[in-house]
């Protein structure tokens, strides 16, 4: 079978360099994994905190080093104070670490692989120092990222994150994880993709999540009020790789972060229809996710009368998947479902003319043409309070749907 690749990208402006390298502009980036915790030092005349950083994996290898240096009320502002990034961290650039104070830090002048500068007494100031990791990650480890501030100009090498009498520094080991060891991130379904195939009873379901690997195994189970469950095993058609970013003159090349799944799974045809995706490694569940239903991505149902017309109505409808009308099996009539929980009484329809029609829909994607097989009006069928507003039939995505009705005499 051959294999796609579909790009994804996860990282969004340039940067410069890490090894962990120190960037020169900022960057956010999601957490896939459990994040340092906090950490604090302080001196006669520095209190030094280092806060969480999530840990770096293929999903996330653009991060903030997050740190705040206090001053204490004593503290002589006339003296230059030495700061600089220490660890695991190569090509720091002293300029750019002065320009991540907040509220900025005056006269800095670059001393070595540190920053000399000015700064006032009794101040917290925020240091967000961005980072990106640009080494292979085929295992889990450890990088050590902190940073040391001094009165004097700082001597030991920027490897060194101790403390002496003279330089305080703080610092955090922050885990490297590979794909298998990362929480799988189950995307939200694009509805585009969820295609209906040789009849409106089965559609095509796909999911990409991110973090998975070649040796998981991932399923579809779906169920419909207290019916039985159903699984359904997902078939791996292509690979997700991440963009190229450029770091420090070079590219941070892309690289797989994940995979895409695909399988046959029958249509709902009831509300209370749910559909969750597990992603496993042997026999340990990796992730598990509501995709549809629950309480993530139930479907949309709304109505609204028009005041000036008596004999119109307007229903909105929405889903990530191709829903099917069976006999009213959807229940969308005026006395139980979805419209029933509206505070306006539905109105007494006697019949529903055949000028009633969608809006503007958005179809799902199908494998061939489906004509006449789109749920419209229940003209004709139409027998009272109870029965379906709608024609059996596939649901778009999204639409309104105008309902003309002759009420009751």
Same mark, same amino acid.
């Given at each position: ?8 990208? %996860? !990282?969004?402006?340039?940067? &410069? ?9 900022? #960057? ?5 994994? =459990? ?11 520095? &209190?030094?905190?280092?806060?969480? %950083? ?20 004593? #503290? ?9 990034? @220490? ?23 670059? &001393? ?7 700064? =006032? ?19 889990? &480890? ?18 060194? @994150? ?113 559909? =969750? ?8 569940? !990796? ?17 609204? @009368? ?25 229940? %969308? ?77």
């Amino acid at each position: 079978m051959r294999t796609n690749t579909i790009s994804l990208l %996860i !990282r969004k402006q340039p940067t &410069v360099s890490l090894t962990l390298v120190a960037l020169a502009i900022g #960057f956010s980036a999601g957490a896939w994994g =459990k994040p340092t915790k906090p950490a604090t030092v302080n001196n006669d005349n520095f &209190v030094l905190q280092q806060r969480t %950083i999530a840990p770096i994996s293929p999903l996330n290898r653009i991060l903030t080093a997050d740190f705040s240096l206090k001053t204490s009320q004593s #503290f002589n502002g006339q003296k230059m104070v030495y700061v600089r990034i @220490c660890g695991d961290v190569s090509d720091a650039d002293p300029h750019t670490l002065a320009q991540r104070f907040y509220p900025a830090a005056e006269n800095d002048v670059p &001393v070595a692989q540190a920053v000399a500068l000015t700064l =006032k007494p009794n101040v917290d100031y925020r240091i967000l120092v961005p980072m990106a990791y640009d080494e292979a990650i085929d295992k889990a &480890v450890d990088k050590k990222i902190g940073l040391s501030v001094s009165l004097t100009p700082l001597k030991q090498a920027a490897t060194d @994150c101790s403390s002496t009498a003279d330089v305080l520094s703080i610092a955090q080991n922050v885990k490297v994880l590979p794909l298998s060891e990362v929480t799988p991130v189950i995307r939200p379904l694009d509805w585009k993709l969820q295609t209906i195939q040789t009849a409106p009873s089965n559609f095509s379901a796909v999911v990409d999540v991110l973090g998975a690997t070649s040796g998981d195994k991932v399923s579809w189970t779906s169920q419909e009020g207290d019916e039985p469950a159903h699984d359904q095993a997902l078939v791996a058609v292509g690979d997700i790789t991440s963009s190229e970013v450029p770091v420090a003159g070079k590219m941070l090349p892309a690289e797989v972060i994940g995979k895409r799944y695909q399988s046959g799974v029958v249509s709902p045809t009831r509300m209370d229809y749910s559909a =969750k995706v597990t992603v496993k490694a042997g026999d340990t569940i !990796r992730e598990t996710q509501y995709v549809v239903g629950g309480s993530d991505s139930p479907p949309m149902v709304s109505y609204k @009368c028009d005041q000036d017309s008596p004999t119109q109505c307007v229903i909105t409808w929405g889903a990530t998947v191709p829903y099917v009308n069976e006999h009213g099996s959807l229940g %969308i009539n005026t006395t139980t479902g979805w419209l029933s929980l509206s505070k306006v009484p539905p109105p007494d329809i006697y019949a529903i003319q055949p000028t009633s029609h969608w809006q503007q829909p958005s179809w799902f994607p199908t494998e061939k043409e489906f004509k006449g097989q789109q749920a419209t009006g229940n003209t004709g069928a139409y027998m009272g309070a109870g029965s379906s507003l709608f024609s059996d039939g596939i649901m778009p995505h999204q639409g309104s749907f105008t309902l003309n009705f002759e009420p009751l005499p």
